[in-house]
């Protein structure tokens, strides 16, 4: 199995400034909930051995977005300039995908999926 990369707990709190917590009591389910804007809020959790990630997207206490994805690679934290976020790495034998979550300014999900 290919390794999985995600990034520490403290850059998490730096990024966005909460805590990343257990989710579940083996420690293995990784999660945190960022209040983005008025009424929106990311819920963002990862599975270490599953190598799987949930994005949840709340506006006003509704899902606006839900995606779940298995056979992640890699979980960045992106911080520059004009925006802060998450990006999600997939990749199989025959394409590469990307899940860029943006939280700060304001949130948006977008994806792109390539052949290899």
Known sequence: MDSFIVPGDEEFLYAFGVELASADVD??????RIPVGEGE?????????????????LRG?????DLFYEGVS???IRSGRASTGIEVDLADDSYRQS????????LGITGRRLLS
């Open 27 to 32: 420690g293995d389910v990784r999660a945190v």
């Open 99 to 106: 899940i860029i979550i943006q939280v700060y300014p304001v």
């Open 41 to 57: 809020v990311l819920e963002f959790s990862y599975d270490l051995p599953g190598r799987s990630v949930r994005i949840r997207a």
């Open 61 to 65: 206490g509704s899902a606006i977005a």
């Open 74 to 76: 890699k979980i960045m």
